[in-house]
């Protein structure tokens, strides 16, 4: 069996160089849109906010774990964990992580003290109405006080102080 070898028409061309595959260039100009440089810091700044949390979760529980003896560490050793809560509670609410639930409560309770707060000063105003033993001050910003007189007492003395002059009276 001959085989003839045909030549192939590829091999004798020139190769002439070539120029770079403008797919690659378009590649290399997305890295250097605003919306990718957006995505890197979005995953940048979840990473390290992952790592605070896990931080700030780490020392407090470290609060509220007893060690037992070791040459690596103090074991009576207490933790504050104060600043870490805080940071802690700072890193979820700008996830948008709320406790909504306790909140409520807090606002019903608040709610319920105004109402009783409330209701007592209307009591109060009832009563003084009756008695008229009250005076009314009107206030305009910037404030003006009318109807009243300053009067300065010595609190050595007792005797009135004179407001233009400032000498006892």
């Keep these: 069996m001959d085989e003839k070898k045909i030549p192939d028409p590829k091999l004798n061309e020139k190769k002439l160089p070539t120029k770079p595959e403008p797919e690659k260039k378009i590649a290399k100009e997305e890295d250097d849109t605003p919306a990718y440089q957006e995505m890197v810091l979005f995953y940048l700044s979840t990473g390290i906010k992952t790592l605070l ?3 700030c979760i780490t020392i407090i529980s470290l609060a509220y774990i007893k060690l037992p003896e070791s040459k690596w560490w103090v074991a009576d050793q ?7 809560a805080g940071v802690l509670g700072g890193l979820l609410g700008s996830l948008g992580v709320t406790v909504a639930n306790a909140g409520k409560k807090k606002d019903e ?3 319920a003290s105004a109402k009783r707060e409330i209701d007592e000063l209307k009591k109060t105003l009832a009563e003084l109405a009756k008695n008229q033993q ?3 001050i009107r206030v305009i910003t910037p404030l003006k006080i009318e109807g009243a007189e300053v009067v ?3 609190p050595i003395t007792g005797k009135e ?3 233009q002059s400032g000498k006892l009276k």
């Design 109 to 111: 309770r608040n709610n």
């Design 161 to 163: 102080i004179d407001t």
């Design 134 to 136: 009250y005076q009314t």
């Design 78 to 84: 207490r933790i504050d964990a104060t600043y870490a």
């Design 152 to 154: 300065k007492y010595d």
């Design 53 to 55: 949390i896990a931080w």
